[in-house]
């Protein structure tokens, strides 16, 4: 019950910024939105006229779940750095519930929350574009869940880092890049990559939302990789956060910016 209550309460906290402060939620969308209209106009006039549908649709899925991952990992980071300015950060170690407890019930609710804008993002950018894909949520969500769970590790991991250091703003905006090479880079380019975190997830999505391929085709293999990672990226992420967390309390860091 306590656990549902933190949930509850972070996302109704959650709700109220973007709500409150609706204007900077809108120029986010706008400027994804335009971003995705500058690549659609690449192609367009640039691209194979030939592949033109295809490097569309793919464009789509990458741009979306680059917004996703961006959300995911570099939210969290924003937390802490908010917290610190505003002196509340060390008020949050102090509860009872833990400081980890409390950062994965916000990115639960700030994940929950921007699926709605993702959604309105994907449907404007299929729109935009006149390419529709399949939407199979049977066939998504498995994958999406795990490739989720593999993007809180790597987000508590800048978590902690922003614990000990504070100002990383512009370690994110290079995080940024980081996250649009492993979003758009195709496994059959780079194979390598299915082992780093989300890639293999994003790579099994596309194979659904551009090949309409179902959830029965998809083999065991793949699934077993998506929960290796899941498992071993949350577990890195959570450990590094707990023990930046440990540094941060001897030395006296919650309580200073």
């Given amino acids: 019950m306590q656990l549902l209550n933190l949930l509850r309460a972070n996302t109704r906290k959650e709700y109220l910024e973007l ?23 690449g192609i367009q006039f640039i691209g194979d006229p030939s592949a033109q549908d295809v490097n569309t649709q793919f464009v789509i899925v990458n741009y979306i779940f680059w917004f996703l991952a961006m ?29 980890w407890r409390i950062m994965v019930s916000r990115l639960l609710a700030t994940t929950t929350l921007n699926f709605f804008i993702i959604i309105v993002l994907l449907y404007l950018s299929m729109l935009t574009a006149d390419q529709w894909l399949n939407v199979d949520l049977v ?31 512009a370690f994110l905006q290079i995080l940024q890049f980081i996250l649009a090479g ?11 990559l299915a082992y780093f975190p989300f890639v293999k997830g994003v790579d099994l999505i596309r194979d659904v939302m551009i ?14 990789i998506l929960a290796v990672n899941a498992v071993v990226y949350f577990t890195l992420g959570l450990a590094f956060f707990l023990y930046c967390e440990r540094i941060a309390m001897k030395k006296g860091l919650l309580s200073h910016y």
């Fill in 182 to 192: 492993l979003t758009f880079v195709p496994l059959s380019v780079a194979p390598a």
């Fill in 19 to 41: 709500k409150r402060y609706l204007p900077n939620t809108l120029a986010m969308m706008f400027t994804f939105y335009i971003l995705f209209v500058g690549m659609f106009m």
């Fill in 211 to 224: 090949n309409g391929t179902t959830l029965s085709q998809i083999g065991w293999g793949d699934f077993g």
């Fill in 71 to 99: 959300m995911v990992v570099n939210d969290i980071g924003f937390v802490v750095m908010n917290e610190a300015m505003r002196g509340t950060l060390e008020q949050l170690c102090m509860s009872p519930m833990g400081l």
């Fill in 139 to 169: 066939a998504i969500m498995p994958i999406l869940i795990l490739t989720l769970i593999s993007m809180f590790g790597l987000g508590f991991m800048v978590a902690g880092i922003s614990i000990i250091v504070k100002q990383i703003q």
